[in-house]
Structure formats: C-alpha cells, structure tokens
C-alpha cells in the first residue's frame, strides 16, 4: 500500500491506484495479512493484486479447495483490498496530484 500511496503522491502517469492483500484459510474462516505461522497452518494461500475495476493478478496455493471456495476466497481479498484503494484515495487528496 505504501508504493501506491508514494506512486498517488508523485508525478508519475498512471491511472488508478492497485493494492495487493495476502489471504490465508484456517479452520474454516479466511484470514486478511495472516503470518507465517497461519499460513504454514492454512489450507489456502492466497496473493490477490487489483485496482478499483478488476483484480488483476492472483497467485495461490491451497489443498483441496472446492471452487466456490476459491470464489469466496476471491471475493473476500477484494474487499481487503477496496479498503486499501480508499486509503490511497484519501492520502491522493492530501496530496498535490488527485489520479486516485
């Protein structure tokens, strides 16, 4: 989040700010920036990277995970990372160029 916000702040051309999360599921209940601990104790690892229109990147590892499972999964990653975006958002408007 700190490279989006720093990215938000500066001069440099892009269009919309992207955030990455970590989603980790142990006994059942997924898990916003687990450590390392939950992960190694996971049955899901999970890299989402996305922007306010789509995620645009996932990276996992898991051990039988049903696919609605993974859409839920999905889906739980993007809301972290929503809550992320809107953070830039705020430090975007502080700042001296408004792209978010």
């Given at each position: ?56 990147m996932v990276e996992a590892g898991a ?5 609605e499972d993974m859409v839920e999964a ?17 430090v975007c408007k502080r700042g001296r160029?408004?792209?978010?």
């Open positions: 989040m700190r490279q989006a916000a720093a990215l938000a702040v500066s001069d440099i051309p892009f269009k919309y700010p992207v955030a990455g999360v970590r989603v980790s599921r142990l006994d059942g209940e997924f898990i916003l920036f687990p450590s390392i601990e939950q992960i190694k104790e996971s049955d899901l690892d999970l890299v989402v990277a996305g922007h306010k229109n789509a995620i645009s051990t039988e995970v049903s696919e999905l889906k739980f990653a993007s809301r972290g990372d929503q809550d992320d975006r809107c953070r830039v958002r705020e160029n408004a792209k978010a």
